[in-house]
Nanobody
Framework: QVQLVESGGGVVQPGGSLRLSCAAS????????MHWFRQAPGKERQLVGTSTSDNRPLVQDSVKGRFAISRDNAKNTVYLQMNDLKPEDTAVYYC?????????WGQGTQVTVSS
């Protein structure tokens, strides 16, 4: 019954911004760390950032300074704010939670950065 639904992806020009959302249901959202991953064609899925249950934002060095992660527990939603987007950010972005010893993923949302 855990469900994660991403939205907010699209096509943007280099230097542009997007805000991704992940709406969660089926568990007590506020008790769990939430994660954003991305996967580019031909590459391994990689961690982008984490929002802890106490709302500590953690992003990987590769996107630090451009991306920010946050959550709104009242809305059961975790966000990924992406600024100064670069072509190498092009990927499918996935929301993730580790719940009761299982990994759950959203369907993914495509982000394409191209001029």
């Amino acid at each position: 019954q855990v469900q994660l639904v991403e939205s907010g992806g699209g096509v943007v020009q280099p230097g542009g911004s997007l805000r991704l959302s992940c709406a969660a249901s089926g568990f007590t959202f506020s008790n769990y760390h939430m994660h954003w991953f991305r996967q580019a064609p031909g590459k391994e899925r990689q961690l982008v950032g984490t929002s802890t249950s106490d709302n500590r934002p953690l992003v990987q060095d590769s996107v630090k300074g451009r991306f920010a992660i946050s959550r709104d527990n009242a809305k059961n939603t975790v966000y990924l704010q992406m600024n100064d987007l670069k072509p190498e950010d092009t990927a499918v972005y996935y929301c993730h939670v580790y719940h009761l010893s299982r990994n759950f993923w959203g369907q993914g949302t495509q982000v394409t950065v191209s001029s």
